[in-house]
């Protein structure tokens, strides 16, 4: 017999210098003892601005999931969203989008310390579009729709293990993706004139092999939290045709006060590969204030952009 629902909700409001993002999103979790799982529904509506782009979209997805034995999981996923952009850049117009995602996932137990987890979906969605592009000879017109299909799947092995202290955790894995293509179709018109066509983005797929060691907490006698995870991988990513393999490392820290609520955050994430190097820095600060919580960003990327954020948590 389902209980009642375990519900969250949350209000959550991001502003940078680049414009602003608000979120609402809830979570809904019922025990059902008739088939000894769960069943979890959830959602989220948002709207952002930024730099010439205004985007309302709202998402829904449910899960259920249920223990087949003591040591395994299983569950399926569906969901479906919904977009609304505004564009005002190097375009003026709209761009609306439809789309929907399910799919399978599970776990297991395989020894004592060794784990198993898998998942499989697949995606599909339409978008349509009408925009007009300001030219000298006159104003061009562009519109139609475009339709996108995509299959995924991964697969891993994770471990936890205690070694003088320390909480190791091994995880290997693979990851991939595959699309047969998108189609769009467009009319493009300017001043009376009008020409239409098709084109398709031929077939495209991605993988990724991957491997990881974190180690959960390097502070035994320290309330602050201090981990690193590094990995290594070889990929071939999504629409390429080059197999790169690399090296890379995330190391996070933490600080929270118990009595007041006050946290401080630190993490840097860098990897590199042929031809390809990524980094992050991003520190944030945060206080509760007005029966929720607000909260500094400030990130540094790759290409050095710098972007600053403050955010409003509210669960009601």
Not at 2 to 22: K, S
Not at 106 to 119: E, V
Not at 181 to 200: H, I, K, P, Q, Y
Request: glycine share 14%; charged share 20%; proline share 2%.
């Amino acid at each position: 017999m389902p209980q009642h629902p375990d519900l969250v909700r949350d209000l959550n409001i991001q502003g940078e210098d680049t414009g602003l993002t608000a979120e609402g999103s809830f979570d809904s979790e019922v025990r059902d003892c008739a088939i000894d799982g769960w069943r979890i529904f959830s959602g989220s509506t948002s709207y952002l601005t930024d730099e010439g782009i205004s985007q309302g979209m709202f998402k829904l997805n449910y899960r259920v999931e249920r223990f087949v034995t003591n040591d395994r999981v299983s569950g399926w996923f569906a969901g479906i969203y919904g977009s609304d952009d505004t564009i005002s850049g190097s375009a003026t117009g709209s761009i609306n989008g439809f789309g929907v995602n399910g799919g399978l996932y599970g776990a297991a137990r395989l020894d004592a310390n060794l784990f198993a987890d898998y998942y499989l979906g697949a995606a599909a969605g339409r978008h349509s579009f009408d925009l007009d592009f300001e030219r000298a000879q006159g104003t061009i017109n562009a519109e139609g729709l475009y339709d996108y299909y995509a299959l995924f799947a991964g697969a891993a092995l994770s471990g936890q293990f205690d070694v003088n202290d320390y909480v190791l955790a091994p995880r290997f894995g693979v990851d991939a993706a595959w699309s047969p293509g998108g189609e769009a179709w467009v009319t493009a018109s300017r001043a009376g004139f009008e020409d239409s066509g098709a084109l398709s983005t031929g077939e495209v797929s991605g993988l990724r092999f991957f491997g990881e060691l974190g180690v959960a907490d390097l502070l035994l006698d320290d309330p602050a939290v201090l981990s690193i995870t590094p990995r290594f991988f070889c990929e071939r990513a999504i629409g390429s045709d080059d197999n790169t393999c690399g090296m890379g490392a995330k190391l996070s820290y933490e600080s929270r006060n118990e009595v007041t609520g006050d946290h401080v955050g630190f993490e840097l994430d860098v990897e590199g590969a042929k031809g390809r190097q990524y980094y992050s820095v991003g520190v944030n600060v945060g206080q509760p204030m007005f029966g929720g919580n607000v909260e500094t960003n400030v990130g540094v990327g790759a290409n050095g952009s710098v972007d600053l954020g403050l955010s409003y948590t509210a669960a009601f």
